[in-house]
Protein backbone atom coordinates (compact mmCIF):
# COMPACT_ATOMS: atom_id res chain seq x y z
CA UNK A 1 0.00 0.00 0.00
CA UNK A 2 1.13 3.71 0.00
CA UNK A 3 3.50 4.95 2.56
CA UNK A 4 4.24 8.12 3.87
CA UNK A 5 3.97 11.28 1.84
CA UNK A 6 5.85 14.09 2.30
CA UNK A 7 6.18 17.25 0.14
CA UNK A 8 7.37 19.15 -1.31
CA UNK A 9 10.46 17.16 -1.29
CA UNK A 10 12.50 19.99 -2.20
CA UNK A 11 11.72 23.95 -0.68
CA UNK A 12 13.93 26.61 -1.08
CA UNK A 13 13.06 30.36 0.26
CA UNK A 14 14.91 33.27 1.72
CA UNK A 15 15.27 34.08 5.24
CA UNK A 16 11.66 35.60 6.90
CA UNK A 17 9.43 33.84 4.65
CA UNK A 18 6.83 31.76 6.04
CA UNK A 19 6.60 28.09 4.89
CA UNK A 20 4.79 24.65 5.12
CA UNK A 21 5.42 20.81 4.76
CA UNK A 22 2.55 18.56 4.50
CA UNK A 23 2.44 14.93 5.63
CA UNK A 24 0.28 12.62 4.28
CA UNK A 25 0.42 9.23 6.58
CA UNK A 26 -0.36 5.95 5.99
CA UNK A 27 -4.13 5.59 6.25
CA UNK A 28 -5.15 3.82 9.67
CA UNK A 29 -2.41 4.78 11.34
CA UNK A 30 -3.47 7.36 14.57
CA UNK A 31 0.17 8.41 15.46
CA UNK A 32 2.03 10.99 13.19
CA UNK A 33 5.41 12.56 13.78
CA UNK A 34 7.78 15.33 12.80
CA UNK A 35 11.36 14.57 13.27
CA UNK A 36 14.26 17.40 12.26
CA UNK A 37 17.36 15.81 10.92
CA UNK A 38 20.15 18.39 9.90
CA UNK A 39 23.29 17.47 8.03
CA UNK A 40 24.83 14.12 9.51
CA UNK A 41 22.91 14.75 12.01
CA UNK A 42 21.06 12.39 14.07
CA UNK A 43 16.92 12.92 14.44
CA UNK A 44 15.85 15.92 16.75
CA UNK A 45 12.10 15.17 17.63
CA UNK A 46 9.20 18.06 17.69
CA UNK A 47 5.98 16.82 17.80
CA UNK A 48 3.88 14.11 18.04
CA UNK A 49 0.18 13.44 17.49
CA UNK A 50 -1.40 10.43 19.14
CA UNK A 51 -5.33 10.28 17.81
CA UNK A 52 -7.47 12.51 19.79
CA UNK A 53 -5.34 13.49 22.65
CA UNK A 54 -3.29 17.13 22.41
CA UNK A 55 -0.04 16.85 20.68
CA UNK A 56 3.52 16.66 22.82
CA UNK A 57 4.61 20.19 21.15
CA UNK A 58 7.75 19.24 24.12
CA UNK A 59 10.53 19.42 20.77
CA UNK A 60 9.33 22.51 18.54
CA UNK A 61 12.68 24.85 19.07
CA UNK A 62 10.89 27.82 19.31
CA UNK A 63 7.46 29.58 18.64
CA UNK A 64 7.81 30.30 15.31
CA UNK A 65 7.01 26.60 14.56
CA UNK A 66 3.75 25.18 14.45
CA UNK A 67 1.84 22.10 13.39
CA UNK A 68 -1.48 21.04 12.90
CA UNK A 69 -3.43 17.67 11.82
CA UNK A 70 -6.80 17.80 10.60
CA UNK A 71 -9.27 15.07 10.54
CA UNK A 72 -7.01 12.87 12.08
CA UNK A 73 -5.26 12.32 8.79
CA UNK A 74 -3.01 14.79 7.28
CA UNK A 75 -0.27 17.03 9.05
CA UNK A 76 0.75 20.45 8.18
CA UNK A 77 4.03 22.02 9.94
CA UNK A 78 3.89 25.73 9.34
CA UNK A 79 7.15 27.56 10.01
CA UNK A 80 7.14 31.58 10.31
CA UNK A 81 9.87 33.48 8.91
CA UNK A 82 12.50 31.25 8.91
CA UNK A 83 16.02 31.63 9.89
CA UNK A 84 19.09 29.84 7.88
CA UNK A 85 19.35 27.55 11.05
CA UNK A 86 16.25 26.20 10.21
CA UNK A 87 17.38 24.67 7.02
CA UNK A 88 17.49 20.76 7.65
CA UNK A 89 15.21 17.53 6.30
CA UNK A 90 11.97 17.54 7.85
CA UNK A 91 10.98 13.69 8.01
CA UNK A 92 7.41 12.37 8.77
CA UNK A 93 6.45 9.46 10.46
CA UNK A 94 3.04 7.75 11.23
CA UNK A 95 2.37 4.57 12.92
CA UNK A 96 -0.71 2.43 14.12
CA UNK A 97 -0.26 2.57 18.34
CA UNK A 98 2.55 1.35 20.00
CA UNK A 99 3.94 0.19 16.65
CA UNK A 100 7.70 1.02 14.77
CA UNK A 101 7.13 4.38 12.83
CA UNK A 102 7.17 4.24 9.17
CA UNK A 103 8.74 7.34 7.32
CA UNK A 104 8.14 9.46 4.41
CA UNK A 105 11.45 10.46 2.18
CA UNK A 106 11.37 13.64 3.98
CA UNK A 107 11.13 17.57 2.92
CA UNK A 108 14.47 19.55 2.52
CA UNK A 109 14.18 23.03 3.32
CA UNK A 110 17.16 25.42 2.67
CA UNK A 111 16.72 28.97 3.86
CA UNK A 112 18.24 31.71 1.84
CA UNK B 1 15.92 14.67 25.24
CA UNK B 2 18.28 13.22 22.83
CA UNK B 3 18.59 9.20 24.35
CA UNK B 4 20.04 6.75 21.86
CA UNK B 5 23.44 7.67 20.78
CA UNK B 6 25.78 5.38 18.55
CA UNK B 7 29.79 5.29 18.68
CA UNK B 8 30.51 7.90 16.39
CA UNK B 9 31.88 5.28 13.88
CA UNK B 10 32.09 5.24 10.16
CA UNK B 11 31.88 1.61 9.23
CA UNK B 12 33.82 0.54 6.20
CA UNK B 13 33.83 -3.08 5.39
CA UNK B 14 34.44 -5.73 2.84
CA UNK B 15 31.29 -7.29 1.65
CA UNK B 16 30.41 -10.84 3.18
CA UNK B 17 32.48 -9.48 6.77
CA UNK B 18 30.32 -8.55 10.24
CA UNK B 19 29.38 -5.45 10.92
CA UNK B 20 28.52 -4.02 14.17
CA UNK B 21 27.37 -0.58 15.89
CA UNK B 22 26.97 0.16 19.57
CA UNK B 23 23.96 2.76 20.97
CA UNK B 24 24.15 3.71 24.38
CA UNK B 25 21.52 5.96 26.10
CA UNK B 26 21.07 7.36 29.67
CA UNK B 27 17.76 6.72 31.39
CA UNK B 28 15.04 3.32 31.36
CA UNK B 29 13.70 2.54 28.20
CA UNK B 30 10.62 0.25 27.31
CA UNK B 31 12.07 -0.72 24.14
CA UNK B 32 14.76 0.02 21.94
CA UNK B 33 14.37 0.04 18.34
CA UNK B 34 17.21 0.47 15.14
CA UNK B 35 16.46 2.06 12.23
CA UNK B 36 18.09 1.94 8.92
CA UNK B 37 18.72 5.21 6.54
CA UNK B 38 20.03 4.83 2.68
CA UNK B 39 21.12 7.98 1.38
CA UNK B 40 18.54 10.93 0.74
CA UNK B 41 15.70 8.90 1.99
CA UNK B 42 13.56 8.16 5.50
CA UNK B 43 14.18 5.97 7.99
CA UNK B 44 13.14 2.21 7.33
CA UNK B 45 12.09 0.01 10.40
CA UNK B 46 14.46 -2.89 11.76
CA UNK B 47 14.16 -4.63 14.57
CA UNK B 48 13.13 -3.73 18.18
CA UNK B 49 13.88 -5.36 21.15
CA UNK B 50 11.92 -4.48 24.52
CA UNK B 51 13.56 -4.16 28.24
CA UNK B 52 13.10 -7.40 29.27
CA UNK B 53 14.56 -8.89 26.31
CA UNK B 54 18.47 -10.03 25.96
CA UNK B 55 18.44 -10.75 22.42
CA UNK B 56 17.00 -10.99 19.23
CA UNK B 57 17.24 -12.09 15.62
CA UNK B 58 16.24 -10.65 12.66
CA UNK B 59 17.86 -12.75 9.33
CA UNK B 60 20.96 -11.93 9.12
CA UNK B 61 20.89 -9.04 12.20
CA UNK B 62 21.34 -9.70 15.29
CA UNK B 63 20.45 -7.31 18.26
CA UNK B 64 21.66 -7.33 21.99
CA UNK B 65 20.25 -5.60 24.80
CA UNK B 66 22.02 -4.98 28.17
CA UNK B 67 20.10 -2.63 30.45
CA UNK B 68 22.32 -2.74 33.63
CA UNK B 69 24.93 -0.98 30.97
CA UNK B 70 22.51 1.07 29.20
CA UNK B 71 23.67 -0.36 26.04
CA UNK B 72 22.93 -2.04 22.78
CA UNK B 73 24.59 -3.41 19.83
CA UNK B 74 23.12 -4.56 16.26
CA UNK B 75 25.50 -6.70 14.45
CA UNK B 76 24.89 -7.18 10.53
CA UNK B 77 26.58 -10.99 9.33
CA UNK B 78 27.80 -11.57 5.88
CA UNK B 79 27.25 -7.69 4.96
CA UNK B 80 25.90 -6.73 1.44
CA UNK B 81 26.48 -4.02 -0.70
CA UNK B 82 23.46 -2.71 -0.23
CA UNK B 83 23.51 -3.16 3.69
CA UNK B 84 25.31 0.53 2.71
CA UNK B 85 23.40 3.32 4.83
CA UNK B 86 23.03 4.53 8.19
CA UNK B 87 22.01 2.77 11.06
CA UNK B 88 20.22 4.75 13.92
CA UNK B 89 18.95 3.58 17.41
CA UNK B 90 16.28 4.79 19.14
CA UNK B 91 14.86 4.30 22.70
CA UNK B 92 10.75 4.74 23.80
CA UNK B 93 11.87 5.79 27.29
CA UNK B 94 8.32 5.09 28.60
CA UNK B 95 5.86 3.03 25.99
CA UNK B 96 4.44 6.04 24.54
CA UNK B 97 6.01 5.53 21.49
CA UNK B 98 7.64 8.75 21.47
CA UNK B 99 11.00 7.91 20.14
CA UNK B 100 14.40 9.46 20.97
CA UNK B 101 17.17 8.74 18.15
CA UNK B 102 20.51 8.67 18.22
CA UNK B 103 23.31 10.49 15.71
CA UNK B 104 23.56 7.31 13.57
CA UNK B 105 26.28 4.69 12.02
CA UNK B 106 27.52 4.88 8.85
CA UNK B 107 28.24 1.97 7.53
CA UNK B 108 30.07 1.67 3.96
CA UNK B 109 30.14 -1.87 2.55
CA UNK B 110 32.56 -2.58 -0.56
CA UNK B 111 31.82 -5.12 -3.11
Known amino acids: GAGVSQSPSNKVTEKGKDVELRCDPISGHTALYWYRQSLGQGLEFLIYFQGNSAPDKSGLPSDRFSAERTGGSVSTLTIQRTQQEDSAVYLC??????????FGNGTRLTVT | SQQGEEDPQALSIQEGENATMNCSYK?????LQWYRQNSGRGLVHLILIRSNEREKHSGRLRVTLDTSKKSSSLLITASRAADTASYFC???????????FGKGNQVVVIP
Open chain 1, 93 to 102: ASSPPWSPLH
Open chain 2, 27 to 31: TSINN
Open chain 2, 90 to 100: ATDADGNNRLA
